[in-house]
């Protein structure tokens, strides 16, 4: 059955909420997508859904409850209503969220696509999930496939699924593999341009003159020390002109303005 008959969960020392707190569910693996989008994009999204949370009182009166319920029944998630209190022990936030869901990042994450998209951003090494999440997002949105490579950020850190507001949970939208050198070798192999952000070299982004309709990928690295150059080799460094004296951009900034010069069929 997909919906618990069990009374609400209302103390926070209840087991459940004990098995769900953020230190036991790291360890698990899971991520608490909180908040009525967050819970939507995940049920709707390609993430393994283990549970939706919903608040009591918030749960019996808002059609958005009733919509985030008929989703999880759909996919066979078990819903459990859990009062304010023991919400709020799940919570990062202030104030106990309406809803969430306890998700886990799909192994097909670890692969890269077959075939490989047509435009890509690559992130090597970043490790502020705001950042990581930020380009995710924006990824999405300019028609690009984010790929987590290198050390850095992972799907199953919360920051960071918060900072992609749901884009992460979309198909297609995010991979993430350890292999930098293994995911340049494919790009090349594939026929990609992979163009790389640097603050200072390379020629101006807004003077290239790039294929028709070729793939190619951005690479945006660390924030403090770049791209590696000994893993990114045959990569085209790229520069976005600044005005004036300010020195650098924010690597997720960088990377937008990139993006958007570069899309495809958006």
């Known amino acids: 059955m997909t919906e618990s008959h069990r009374p609400p969960v209302h103390s926070p020392r209840n087991p459940l909420v004990k098995e769900f707190a953020p230190a036991q569910r790291r360890k698990a693996g899971l991520v608490f997508a909180e ?25 019996e009166e808002s059609p958005a409850a009733m919509e985030l319920h008929a989703l999880a029944v759909r996919r066979g998630c078990p819903v459990e209503r859990l009062g304010a209190k023991a919400m709020q022990r799940l919570s990062d936030c202030e104030t106990a969220p309406p809803a969430g869901v306890l998700c886990r990042p799909p192994e097909a994450l670890s692969r890269l696509p077959d075939p490989l998209p047509r435009r890509m951003l690559v992130l090597d090494s970043i490790q502020d999930p705001g950042n990581a999440g930020t380009m995710v ?23 960071f699924v918060r900072a992609t507001a749901g884009a992460c949970f979309l198909a297609g939208a995010l991979s993430c593999i350890q292999d930098g050198r293994g995911v340049r070798d494919a790009l090349l192999a594939g026929g990609s341009l992979l163009y790389r952000l640097e603050p200072h070299e390379g020629e101006r982004v807004d003077r290239l003159t790039l294929p028709a309709d070729g793939p190619l990928a951005v690479l945006a690295g660390n924030e403090t020390r770049g791209p590696d150059p000994a893993v990114w080799g045959g990569s085209i460094p790229v520069r976005v002109p600044m005005h004036g004296e300010v020195e650098s951009l924010n690597v997720a900034a960088s990377a937008a303005v990139v993006m958007f010069l570069f899309r495809r069929n958006v």
Do not use: I, M, Q, Y
């Open 137 to 159: 997002r924006t990824a999405a949105a300019f028609g690009f496939h984010a790929l987590l490579a290198g050390d850095g950020v992972r799907p199953a850190n919360e920051k």
């Open 35 to 59: 908040g009525e989008r967050l819970a939507r994009e995940a049920l709707r999204g390609g993430w393994e859904c283990e549970r939706l949370l919903l608040r009591t009182g918030w749960e």
